[in-house]
Every structure is written in structure tokens, then in C-alpha cells.
């Protein structure tokens, strides 16, 4: 009998859930695939939350805003969370993006990301350009409820 309890030979527990974390480049892939994106704001009330349109280049997340209290909000508070998720045949999953929020100022930097380019939900006139720097990606899977 041994009584070191790290060298007995019991099988792993699966989670009872079924959650699997996903690598950071499966993370990249979906963030790559999807167009719409929740984006996590504080303000002096509290958190927010706001749907975009945004694209992936180089590392970042773009995305374009209408004058209005999500600007006002990232101005005072950088600090943002993006979520995405969405469904396969068999299972769901989700991808966060936690990090900070800046304003686009350079011309060269906004060309170069394709963010005017980006199409949006709205027909309003979006000409504030944001960078979401991240500071962590991460995701999981699951199986359909």
C-alpha cells in the first residue's frame, strides 16, 4: 500500500461540464471568423455593454464608433473586455479579449489596419477609429446544453 496519495492509480475526473480551453491560436482563428463582438466598458454607472463590428489585424482588434457615451467611456476607462461566440455542429464556444482601448489619431496606422474600411451594423457616420490592444485571449468550448 502506498501512502504518498500523488502515486496511487485512480483515474482523472472529467469535468462534469465539458469545458475545454481553447489554445490561443484557435482564440485568433474565431476572432478572425466572426464580424460582431460585445464590448465591455465602464463608466461612472457601472459596466456596459455594446455590440460592434470589428476586424483583426496584426495582433489587434479595430473597430469604428459614432460619436456618443461608449467614446466618452473609453476615454476615461481604456480598460475593455470583447467577447464573441458562437456554435459548430456539436458544440459552442466563446472567445475573451481583455485589454485597453485607444483612439486611433494617425492617419498611416488607421490606413494601414483596414479599419475605415470595416462595414457596420448602423448607417450612422463612424469616423472614430479604436485600437483594442489585448493583454489576454482566452476561450473555451463546451458541449450544447
Keep these: 500500500m502506498t501512502r504518498n496519495p500523488y502515486l496511487r492509480a485512480e483515474p482523472p475526473v472529467a469535468p462534469p461540464t465539458g469545458i475545454r480551453a481553447l489554445d490561443r491560436a484557435e482564440c485568433w482563428r474565431l476572432l478572425e471568423s466572426a464580424e460582431v463582438a460585445r464590448l465591455a466598458v465602464v463608466d461612472e ?15 489587434s482588434l479595430f473597430f469604428r464608433s459614432a460619436p456618443g457615451t461608449k467614446i466618452v467611456s473609453l476615454t476615461e476607462h481604456p480598460s475593455v473586455a470583447v467577447e464573441i461566440d458562437g456554435a459548430d455542429e456539436r458544440e459552442r464556444w466563446s472567445v475573451v479579449v481583455r485589454g485597453e482601448a485607444h483612439r486611433l489619431d ?40
Design 45 to 59: 454607472q457601472g459596466a456596459d455593454i455594446f455590440p460592434i463590428n470589428y476586424l483583426v489585424n496584426d495582433g
Design 106 to 145: 494617425d492617419d498611416t496606422l488607421i490606413g494601414e489596419s483596414g479599419v475605415q474600411g470595416l462595414q457596420t451594423m448602423t448607417s450612422s457616420d463612424k469616423w472614430n477609429y479604436f485600437e483594442i490592444v489585448p493583454r489576454t485571449v482566452t476561450g473555451i468550448r463546451f458541449r450544447r446544453g
